[in-house]
């Protein structure tokens, strides 16, 4: 579960201090914003939007950043749907799918909503394919400008959108280090602490043949302990590589002698779409 280009640290929001609500099938309206908000994506019904902002003369102030995007691991052969979304400080924020209906909405309460919030990140369940295909997410979340209201810490109108397509890469075929598919076996493909480079094959296509535009590969080895009692401080190697690069060196600095690691490589779709390819390796 991974976010393109800037990492974010995954964390869990207590329910009573954040409220998502999750409406897909809620029923669009398709009847115009009152207060005339002119910004890409479609205008959210009425009801939904008064629910989204508290100052309808003051100054609108378009979001800093608004993703939305598609995470496939295949070697779990699973999917799910992440959204980022930040800026300064916002005391409510609300997303619109293409057809106008409510699919987010983040309430932050009591002191956090005087604090206000600056940014949050989300992951929805990664069901397996043979639960949720890609047909069924197809049809779930469609093509097009996911719209973002809300209000600032200031009172003001947050609009914005984030685009979101369908074209997910095909899985990076690992040519280097040798690998195996589950941790407990990590020790039939062992690697030297020094000298370990991850070599891998061009993505050119998505998942269903069509053209792609790749920008970039992220390459993560995590050591692969049970419990983590370094918190955030877990050892983690992670790097963002330019999408004509298809070899990454790893620092003997980081690698422990006779330890199991966890590799990923991942390519990076124009959009924000990313597949992962996922193994695991023993260093002797």
Known sequence: ?????????????????????????????????????????????????ATCRQAANKPKVEIASAKMFIEYNAT?????IHGAFDDHGWSRLCVFDPNGEQVLAVNPQAQLKDLTMGGIFFESRE????????????AAFPEGEYSVRGTTFEGEQLFGSATFTHDVPRPPVVTAPPLTAEPEL?????????????????????????????TGYEVIITKEVEDDPN?????????????????????????????????E??????????TIKVGFFMTD
């Open 1 to 49: 579960m991974r976010v393109p280009a800037v990492r974010i640290p995954k964390f869990v929001v207590p329910v009573a201090i954040v409220t998502l609500v999750a409406s897909c099938f809620a029923a669009a309206t398709g009847v115009a914003s009152a207060t005339g908000v002119s910004s890409a994506g479609p205008t959210p019904p009425p009801t939904a939007w």
């Open 76 to 80: 779990d052969d699973d999917i799910g």
């Open 127 to 138: 069901p397996p394919r043979s639960e949720f295909s890609f047909a069924d997410l197809a």
């Open 186 to 214: 990590a020790a039939d493909a062992t690697v030297p602490v020094d000298g370990l480079v991850v070599t891998w094959k061009d993505v050119t296509r998505t998942i269903d043949g069509r053209p792609i535009t790749i």
């Open 231 to 263: 918190g955030f401080s877990r050892p983690t190697f992670d790097v963002h590589v330019a999408p004509d690069v298809n070899s990454l060196s790893v620092p003997v600095e980081f690698l422990e002698p006779d330890t199991a690691y966890e590799l």
């Open 265 to 274: 490589v991942l390519a990076l779709e124009v959009s924000g779409n990313q």
